[in-house]
């Protein structure tokens, strides 16, 4: 169960002091290197450099307005400056970075111990949580295996709920160093260890959190890892990257059925995406007069495979299982809003212009190498720009794409704040918790939150097919955009990505 609290103190009187001692750092050993072996010139030719620091993004104020649209004469395109790298933006050179192959063998990833029945310590330590959704959903978490990518903030609230809730294994990667700006939200690092890495750095502190866990660091560049690599957890979650990243470790996923989480926030902004492939899930609530019709599709990606009863207290429950649909993040980020947010004036009104920006973000490290906009004249004009063609293709009102919001997210670009890290951290554990769990409705698939009028809004962009094709497993989907391709199928077989 996801908790609230922001500090690794308060979050570590949350479990009893008659805890076993932490067992010692251990750091995860690559899949891809042999024991006793020199790595080949060809494996190093795979990894991606890490960004430089983006001074002026981080440092400079930004201008206090948001400039005209220029002529662009017809294009968009954004000039590449290698020199502006930095914070959550990365060098993307490689054409050919991370594509999914469907001929390699699973490789395992460490030496996980066998999950034992849960002991009666262990359901004394979790008795809040196992009131909640059960000893079997407890069972099922402590079994999962997770990789969590990133921990500057958003990452550190996600590892601090999810150690907490007592996932059996969970693997950081992070290649980053500490840094002065990571300690106003990183709360496992002080300033003794900048310069160090962030991952081995956090280790010992959140070890503390839950000797119980499985804990291992992954030193490594994220853009150094192979397809295979993410076959080895059951669960994905992917921080801080450019859309280019996050599109081909979710497709890694896929291939190998694997679900996946991607999150990032800018300031007072953020936002979570979901790709749980196929995902089947339980309710339980009191029996109605009108039973659940089995095989009725609640929507266009839900439906209901299973329905039984029982007596619980008394009372009789339905017990009904459901099964989601899901999309990769590429596909959604090209799908259109769902009819129920755009069929009346009023409910296009509605919707946050924050989905605008954040897809004209994309767009804009797509054509500039993953970086983000600094504040020069030039980015400014064509991210704008950008931002009122996404708002347009969404079917939204001109109107609600204001100059001020487009400065306020212009000028938030590249921040972390503690209270948002904090929501959008515990919100994106607490969905982890009921995927594993499988007792809840997760989330689909893409969650915005809005901290200048504190608010979230959840979305299902899923793409729109013809009547003719069969909405399921084994739908083979296919979309052609500028630079790309897509040929994903809905159950996460045989999806690839060409990159420009």
């Known amino acids: 169960m996801a908790v609230p609290a922001t500090s690794a103190a308060e979050a570590q009187a949350e479990l009893p002091s008659e805890q076993p001692p932490p067992p010692a750092p251990t750091s995860a050993p690559d899949p891809q290197a ?21 001074d002026s993004a981080q440092g400079a104020p930004p201008p206090d307005f948001v400039p005209a649209v220029p002529d662009l004469n017809g294009t968009s395109d954004v000039p590449f400056d290698p020199s ?46 196992i009131r909640l959704w059960g000893v079997q ?44 700006h990571d300690l106003g939200t ?20 959140i070890q503390k959190l839950n000797p119980r866990v499985n804990l291992f660091v992954d030193p490594d560049i994220v853009f150094s890892k192979m397809p295979e690599y993410f076959s080895s957890f059951d669960l994905t979650i992917a921080t801080g990257l450019p859309i280019e990243a996050i599109s081909s470790i979710n497709t890694s996923c896929r291939n190998f059925n694997r679900k996946f989480y991607a999150a990032d926030t800018h300031g007072m902004y953020g936002y979570i995406f979901a790709d749980l492939v196929i995902h089947q899930f339980v309710q339980e609530r ?5 039973p659940t019709q089995l095989g009725k599709r609640e929507t266009a990606f839900r439906s209901v495979i299973g329905v039984s009863e029982k007596t619980e207290n008394g009372k009789k429950m339905e017990v009904v299982t459901k099964q989601e649909e899901y999309s990769p993040f590429l596909l959604s980020n090209l799908s259109p809003l769902p009819a129920e947010a755009t069929k009346t004036v ?34 400014l004009a064509i991210f704008t720009k950008m ?106 077989q045989n999806g690839t990505v060409a990159a420009a």
């Open 286 to 290: 009191l029996q109605s007069n009108v």
């Open 84 to 129: 502006a790298y930095g914070m959550n933006g990365y060098s993307m050179t490689d054409p050919n970075f991370m594509q999914p192959q469907m001929d390699f063998m699973q490789a395992p990833m460490m030496d996980v111990p066998m999950a034992q029945p849960i002991s009666a310590d262990e359901i004394a330590l979790y008795d809040r949580q």
């Open 186 to 205: 990183q709360f496992f690092v002080s300033q003794e260890q900048v310069g160090q890495n962030r991952a081995q750095a956090a280790q010992p502190e």
């Open 387 to 492: 931002a009122h063609d996404k708002h347009l293709e969404l079917q939204l009102p001109p109107e609600t794409m204001k100059a001020d919001f487009l400065r306020s997210f212009l000028q938030n670009l590249g921040a972390e704040l503690s209270p948002v890290v904090a929501f959008l951290g515990g919100r994106l554990a607490q969905d982890v918790i009921n995927v594993l769990g499988q007792r809840e409705q997760p989330l689909q698939n893409f969650l915005l939150f809005d901290g200048e009028t504190f608010t979230s809004s959840t979305y299902a962009l899923q793409p729109v097919f013809d009547e003719s094709m069969a909405v399921g497993m084994g739908m083979d989907m296919a979309m052609g955009t500028d630079g790309g391709a897509v040929d994903a199928a809905a159950g996460g």
């Open 137 to 180: 959903a407890q069972e099922k978490i402590r079994s999962a295996n997770i990789l969590l990518i990133g921990l500057k903030g958003l990452g550190a609230e996600i590892a601090k709920n999810l150690v907490l809730a007592g996932v059996g294994t969970l693997t950081i990667l992070d290649g980053e160093a500490v840094a002065d």
């Open 346 to 379: 009023s409910k296009r009104k509605k919707v946050s212009p924050l989905l605008s920006c954040l897809r004209a973000l994309f767009d804009f490290q797509q054509q500039s190498g993953g970086r983000l906009p600094v504040h020069s004249q030039q980015d």
């Open 34 to 54: 042999e024991p006793e072996k020199t790595v080949s010139s060809t494996a190093d030719s795979t990894a991606v450099a890490p960004a430089t620091t983006n």
